[in-house]
């Protein structure tokens, strides 16, 4: 402890802490808001303690390395945002029946609210179909302290665990008492044991058998795990994560009477732990993140063990089963289930001041904006309305006006597969494009790929490839060492284009090109390639970069610029001539190509400028 210090912390810096001081080895993560800083932070101080750190191409292939070296009895962890964890549930379903040798934590970083999200996902509930046991920081500190809890258990145990953190966890700041990371503990060797860790229908048959034996255990262990109880009162607060936060404020400001239960494991929930609380209480209050989970476990407890206590929750709407939960809304909560009267908010600072309304937008000088400009010139140019089949990633915004390009989006890799579906349900009267980027193209775009040339689909695919991970902060992804068009050309693709988005004359004649392809019942690739603007500024840090300014004798006011382009550095003036923000431009160009009037110019030589951008 002598070595310790207490330092401000990132809840999800806090995991990577106390991983690194659990003694990890092997660390693999696909980004995904709000996950992304676990991994950054082992890839930034990790490497000097020789853990073993990579971005994977999704999340599934991150589980199954680290999945792979927990095998060998290496600790690991892997990182994913909720939804991730659906694209790795196949080996995830396996590593519970196989079970692990060294220490091995999955974590899931829910995003209630859907702040960055298609959906609400409480990750808890596949740890109980999974028969993975869950656990559950609430603040930065016990996000560390959580964290070493879970490698201890799982290698204990020999079993994967899920670290289920929620936005409020992972990215608000606390102080954490931070502690010399321990050497990482990797595998000698990988001893073969194939009866265990093959899975062939007559070992998968007993090891089932063994797994719901040692659910059994699991279930018992998680009694003795340090669960907090604070004796208050005849009515019993059951908490879990972030939610104990709140609880802890509302009951502490305004002196509620009540006992309170934080349970670190939500799933399996601790028993006797609770069974021990209840028994003390004569109603129960069940208060957490998500869905219903921990409620349902207590609920079904009692049942079994005839005890007739009223329990209060979600179920109830008593607390809001949508988006997520408040200071506020858990004190209303607690407020109506114990019958008090207190008003929310009162304690709460009011500001005077509504902030305007800020859509999101692209970034100024975005090659994504255009190459949808382009896009939506070309197949206007060609008389086609095409079915644009959108999909995860920056590129998403381009659902906003005025570009309207993204008519679906669901899940990663969508873009292809719906786009196929929606050509074929319609006997293939629809035109596709499909849109997707570089990273979610290698995420999970390719085997869609595969498929549209085995069964010869029509449609155009547009792969926007800006080098980087760009949504999530700039991860490294394989566009950085594959050739995308190399690659498509390798499949079997025959009509495929890289083009720069910058480039406007030319990307636009390739568009008509590919979209011709297209009405000929072909697939066509164009992979539009040109960097991410933030990254192109880092990357050009120290140098002068141009801007872009209007001049306002040759403006005819003709709106091309703010209206179609949509760069955000651009604005209309109230006599409707442009004018350009010099402080957001990133001397991208691409609106002075599409000015009629060439009325929009350089401030100064911009080439060394758009070549070192397009070194990335
Ligand atoms: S050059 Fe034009 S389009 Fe590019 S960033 Fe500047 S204002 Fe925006
Ligand atoms: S495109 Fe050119 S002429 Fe039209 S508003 Fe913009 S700067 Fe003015």
Known sequence: MSNCVIRLMLGNHAIAQGAMES????????????SSEIMEYILDYGKELGIYAEWSSNEKVAFEVAYGAALAGARAIVTMKHVGLNVAMDPLMSSAYTGVKGGFVIVTADDPGMWSSQNEQDNRWVGLHAYIPVFEPYDP????????????FSEDLGHPVLLRTVTRVSHVRGPVLICP?????????FIKNPSREALIPANARALKAELIKRWGEIGRRVDELPHAYVDGGKALIITSGVAYTYVMEAVKEHNINASILNIITPVPIPRKTVLDAVTRADEVIVVEEGDPVVEEQVKALLFDNRINVRVLGKSENIFPRVGELTPDNVLSGLSKALGLSISTGRGSIRVNYTPPPRPPVFCPGCPHTASFYELKISVARAGVKPVFSGDIGCYSLGINNPFNEQDTLTNMGSSLGLGMGINRGTGGRSIVVSIIGDSTFFHAGLPALVNAIFNKTPMLVLVLDNRVTAMTGGQPNPTNVISIESLVRGMGVKYVWTVDPFDVKQAQEVLRRAIEVVKNGELAVVVMKRGCALEAVRLGRGMKIPHYYVDE???????????????????PL???????????????SVCAQACPYGAIKPSDDVRAWLSKWAEM
């Open 181 to 189: 990371p321990s050497t990482p503990r990797y595998a000698d060797s």
């Open 141 to 152: 500190q016990s996000a560390k302290d959580i964290t070493k809890i879970a490698f201890e």
């Open 23 to 34: 003694g990890l080895a092997v660390a693999a993560g696909y980004p995904g808001t709000p």
């Open 553 to 571: 004798g040759a403006c005819r006011a003709c709106g091309i610029c703010y209206n179609l382009i949509a760069c955000p550095a651009i604005v």
């Open 574 to 588: 109230e006599n409707r001539k442009a004018w350009i923000d010099p402080n957001m431009c990133v001397g991208c």
